[in-house]
């Protein structure tokens, strides 16, 4: 089993959640076991994604918690920093989706710097960014969520799949919704469809058909908005979404609210709940009670619109939904004072305006505390970067060192061949000389072997090697006590990447002795017979 292979499956799972979650879950438990038998870490770790999401469609949380923190056991056993990159972002996609903001951020920060990294381009680098769109999205940081959006669609242009591109543009077309700019959102929202209709997404498509109502309804386009709905609808009956089907049901109510057909909109409203409660959907349940309320309200049955709107709290309530819950007090604040119940109407609208402050300094401390993070996310990244520059720059530094001291190196050798050649040369004159011709021969001699053994230079070699390569001399001391000043001078030599021949002319020795040098080295150092020396000796 592959990688692609677990995508191929992931992807089959995750249509699946939305058309029958109870099969979503079996196809997830039978992934995870097929990569278990693997043995490979970053197999497992998507199944165990897989199945947590399939227990929360579920609202199996406790299972779900259980699965990520499995997920999370085999992070230490991943080998390639890809694999981490890739799984920190999908642990923080996952806490995204979850609302759990403060744990999104750090891991998908950290997954963006490692991807920057190692893949500046490509699918799964657009992936991270995509998904740092969401979570800031999910935050209600609009801006910074079309940054981020709109980086991984320029990514997704160029090396993504249609797929990919479909959920770009529609998380684009979220945030214009979000900005009030409608125009905008329709625009994306018709390029996320062209690419859905292009690949045969009826999924996706019957999504951003629902988008797209909602867009038309803000515009106050009802007729429009219904024609979006209408497709929605009929591509959730194709596809057998009940739930889906509701929830569009319920906003395509709205249009006909629009329109002025109350009695349409209640009929949509009311079949809605009742597919909801039939899939014991709270959520939906919740928000298309409030919507029955308001709509009993306007009605002027205030004890029908009494009825739903508690409804809709109470399940608010049990999900601990606070946002509803602040919308639900001041619905019935609006109809006891309308009905006259005062004393219900003062309590009500109490509840209300203490929860919406809780709300907004709850929002201001989560934004301060994400951007402190972000902040610290950011100096974290901009230190990694500047200690790259820096360790570059002294990588650059090392090698055009190690570039003049093996040309230094190379430039001795030839100067001692020569001299080698030139002393071969006039030692037999020098013997068979007589007088102040001997005299002179020996002079020669003299001073060529003391060119050849020249201590001033190689003492300014040797400084300059101990320069660049500081504490190579000490590492091979340490490695090995036994090594003579001799053999230590030969290992220098060979770091530099010098033959044994050069090095045999450099030190003006036999061929032979340079050959025995290396083997005692190699001996001292304890090699064994498949290592090689000048590799080991680079390593150090």
């Known amino acids: ?65 259980d699965c990520m923190n499995k997920a999370q056991q085999h992070f230490d056993d991943l080998e390639s920093e890809e694999e981490r990159a890739y799984f920190l972002s999908m642990l923080g996609t996952y806490y995204a989706a979850k609302g759990d903001f403060a744990k999104g951020y750090a891991p998908l920060y950290q997954a963006l710097a490692i ?61 214009y919704i979000e900005l009030r700019m409608p125009e905008k959102a329709s625009a994306y929202y018709n390029k996320g469809l062209t690419s859905c209709n292009a690949i045969g997404n009826k999924l996706s498509a019957a999504f951003i058909l629902d988008k797209m109502g909602f867009v038309c309804l803000e515009q106050k386009k009802a007729p429009k908005a219904l024609e979006y709905f209408e497709a929605a609808l009929e591509g959730w009956r194709e596809l057998s979404s009940e739930l889906n089907f509701a929830a569009t049901l319920a906003n395509s109510a709205h249009a006909h609210i629009q329109l002025g057909n109350s009695i349409e909109a209640m009929k949509r409203s009311h079949e809605a709940l009742k597919i909801a409660e039939g899939q014991q959907d709270e959520i939906l349940c919740m928000m298309t009670s409030l919507d029955l309320g308001m709509q009993y309200h306007q009605r002027e049955d205030f004890e029908q ?33 309308n009905s006259a119940d005062l004393n219900n109407a003062l309590e009500h609208f109490k509840q209300y305006t203490a929860l919406r402050e809780e709300i907004l300094s709850t929002k201001k401390q989560e934004s301060i505390a994400n951007l402190e993070l972000r902040h610290k996310l950011a100096q974290a990244e901009r230190d990694r970067q500047i200690l790259a520059l820096e360790s570059e720059k002294a990588a650059r530094e090392v090698a055009g060192k190690t570039k003049e001291l093996s040309a230094m190196a190379i430039s001795i050798t030839q100067r001692n061949a020569a001299l080698m050649t030139l002393r071969n040369l006039a030692r037999p004159f020098a013997e068979s000389a007589r007088g102040k011709t001997k ?13 050849v053994n020249n201590y001033a230079a190689k003492q300014i070699f040797e400084e300059q090697f101990e320069g660049v390569f500081q504490d190579f001399v000490q590492k091979l001391k340490t490695r090995a006590p036994k090594l003579t000043p001799a053999e230590i001078k030969i290992c220098v030599m060979i770091r530099l990447d010098l033959s044994t021949k050069q090095i045999a002319e450099a030190l003006f020795i036999a061929l032979e002795t340079a050959k025995l040098h290396r083997k005692h080295i190699r001996k001292k150092l304890g090699l064994s017979p498949d290592q090689n020396l000048s590799s080991f000796l680079l390593g150090l």
């Open 115 to 175: 991807q920057e990294c190692l893949e500046p381009e490509g699918t799964r680098l657009a992936q991270t960014i995509a998904s740092l769109g969401f979570l800031h999205e999910s935050a209600s940081e609009y801006e910074e969520a079309l940054e981020y959006y709109l980086r991984s669609l320029r990514l997704y242009e160029s090396y993504g799949s249609e797929a990919s591109l479909s959920q770009a543009y529609t998380g684009v077309g979220n945030v």
């Open 305 to 337: 619109a009494v009825r739903y709107t508690r409804q809709s709290l109470r399940l608010a309530q049990k999900r601990n939904m606070r946002s509803t819950i602040a919308d639900a007090h001041k619905q019935l604040a609006e109809v006891y004072e």
């Open 1 to 65: 089993m592959t990688k692609l292979d677990v995508d191929q499956r992931r992807s089959e799972i995750v249509r699946s959640y939305f058309t029958n979650p109870s099969q979503a879950l079996e196809l997830a438990q039978q992934l995870l076991q097929e990569t278990i038998k693997t043995g490979k870490p970053e197999l497992q770790i998507q199944a165990y994604f897989s199945c947590a999401e399939a227990y929360d469609f579920l609202g199996r949380h406790d299972e779900m918690t």
């Open 439 to 451: 005299q002179l021969a020996g002079a020669i001699l003299d001073n060529i072997d003391n060119t």
